[in-house]
Nanobody, 114 residues
Framework: QVQLVESGGGLVQPGGSLRLSCAAS????????MSWYRQAPGKERELVAT????????NYARSVMGRFTISRDNAKNTVYLQMNSLKPEDTAVYYC???????WGQGTQVTVSS
């Protein structure tokens, strides 16, 4: 069965960095576009970044452009989100999603606070 497991979240100070991982199982990652979403308390879940199946094209929310980088290692069946220059407003639960089929991971908490 399709399964996505996020990891790498935690507490970080403003200006710091964090790398999230999304480990996929139950399918071959190389065949699918993947996305990262986030949801802050009391807010709707929002799209953060998307990467095509081969990793050749990426798209980002304007709020994270230039600070976040989505990437993938298809050989490891893993998608990453490198987050730099973190701001308090980046605090949220971050979710991995397979675009096709709308499969979600369980989420990982990211808290940016001094």
């Amino acid at each position: 069965q399709v399964q996505l497991v996020e990891s790498g979240g935690g507490l970080v100070q403003p200006g710091g960095s964090l790398r999230l991982s999304c480990a996929a199982s139950g399918f071959t990652l190389s065949g699918y576009a993947m996305s990262w979403y986030r949801q802050a308390p009391g807010k709707e879940r929002e799209l953060v970044a998307t990467i095509t199946s081969a990793g050749r094209d990426t798209n980002y929310a304007r709020s994270v452009m230039g600070r976040f980088t989505i990437s993938r290692d298809n050989a490891k069946n893993t998608v990453y989100l490198q987050m730099n220059s973190l701001k308090p407003e980046d605090t949220a639960v971050y979710y991995c999603k397979r675009v096709a089929g709308g499969f979600w991971g369980q989420g990982t908490q990211v808290t940016v606070s001094s």
